[in-house]
């Protein structure tokens, strides 16, 4: 219990100060100490709190048309992704999210069609489904936020509160599959609370650092989680 609850402080820090990485990051170690049926589940919980903490304290910085736009579209992925909520091979969804993020990354900017409404609809709904099965996608998110604004703390609140969505649908989806999150509350909310430390912490960073040197970083952090899931997917 203490490892996970240090690691859910790091994991907030991390993400708060640059954008994405502590849900991958967090993932990956809970597999290691919880129980299988248990792990994306209790992640959805944390991930929760994590980001509606940071969605709180930036308030101001969300563009809270782009919450409305995503709502409809995590509805839609979560009534498809209930339909089919079975063990599915993540592999190859692993594989195609890495390929994505490079692109968003590295590639030609996305044509404005898909930067519009219509876009984040779908990136929503692709997104709300993976998360039932594969957990983290904020990764994929972020990547695709990046693409519409330049300053750091707009993306960071605004993907903090469709974060948030996503995974108040994904409880609700996993509690109408009739798993028990009850058991797992009172780690949970000590995770919550440590991580609210660590995103207080990590929004102090934030502050301090310099817009072209977060796009830098932000860029390569979601590179490098590009390559963790293809080697991921690659070794099984």
Same mark, same amino acid.
């Given at each position: 219990?203490?490892?996970?609850? *240090?690691?859910?402080?790091?994991?907030?820090?991390?993400?708060?100060?640059?954008?994405? !990485? *502590?849900?991958?990051?967090?993932?990956?170690?809970?597999?290691?100490?919880?129980?299988?049926?248990?792990?994306?589940?209790?992640?959805?919980?944390?991930?929760?709190?994590?980001?509606?903490?940071?969605?709180?304290?930036?308030?101001?910085?969300?563009?809270?048309?782009?919450?409305?736009?995503?709502?409809? !579209?995590?509805?839609?992925?979560?009534?498809?992704?209930?339909?089919?909520?079975?063990?599915?091979?993540?592999?190859?969804?692993?594989?195609?999210? $890495?390929?994505?993020?490079?692109?968003?990354?590295?590639?030609?900017?996305?044509?404005?069609?898909?930067?519009?409404?219509?876009?984040?609809?779908?990136?929503?709904?692709?997104?709300?489904?993976?998360?039932?099965?594969?957990?983290?996608? *904020?990764?994929?998110?972020?990547?695709?936020?990046?693409?519409?604004? #330049?300053?750091?703390?707009?993306?960071?609140?605004?993907?903090?509160?469709?974060?948030?969505?996503? #995974?108040?649908?994904?409880?609700?989806?996993?509690?109408? $599959?009739?798993?028990?999150?009850?058991?797992?509350?009172?780690?949970?909310?000590?995770?919550?609370?440590?991580?609210?430390?660590?995103?207080?912490? !990590?929004?102090?960073?934030?502050?301090?650092?310099?817009?072209? #040197?977060?796009?830098?970083?932000?860029?390569?952090?979601?590179?490098?989680?590009?390559?963790?899931?293809?080697?991921?997917?690659?070794?099984?």
């Amino acid at each position: 219990m203490g490892l996970l609850i *240090g690691t859910s402080f790091l994991t907030s820090l991390l993400t708060a100060c640059l954008g994405a !990485g *502590g849900g991958v990051l967090l993932l990956g170690i809970m597999a290691q100490v919880v129980p299988p049926q248990a792990i994306i589940p209790l992640h959805g919980m944390v991930q929760l709190g994590s980001n509606a903490n940071r969605a709180a304290m930036l308030w101001r910085d969300i563009d809270r048309q782009m919450v409305v736009t995503f709502l409809p !579209g995590a509805a839609m992925g979560a009534l498809l992704g209930s339909l089919v909520l079975i063990s599915l091979p993540p592999d190859l969804l692993y594989l195609s999210i $890495a390929s994505f993020i490079v692109y968003l990354c590295w590639g030609p900017s996305l044509p404005s069609i898909v930067m519009g409404r219509r876009g984040t609809l779908l990136m929503a709904t692709l997104t709300t489904f993976l998360t039932l099965f594969v957990g983290a996608t *904020g990764p994929l998110i972020g990547a695709y936020l990046k693409q519409l604004y #330049h300053q750091r703390f707009t993306i960071v609140a605004t993907l903090a509160a469709v974060m948030s969505l996503q #995974h108040v649908i994904k409880i609700a989806v996993f509690q109408q $599959a009739g798993f028990s999150l009850v058991p797992w509350l009172p780690l949970a909310a000590a995770m919550i609370a440590s991580g609210a430390i660590g995103t207080w912490a !990590g929004l102090r960073i934030l502050k301090y650092m310099p817009e072209r #040197h977060f796009a830098y970083i932000f860029n390569w952090v979601l590179t490098l989680l590009a390559v963790r899931l293809a080697w991921q997917a690659m070794t099984g």
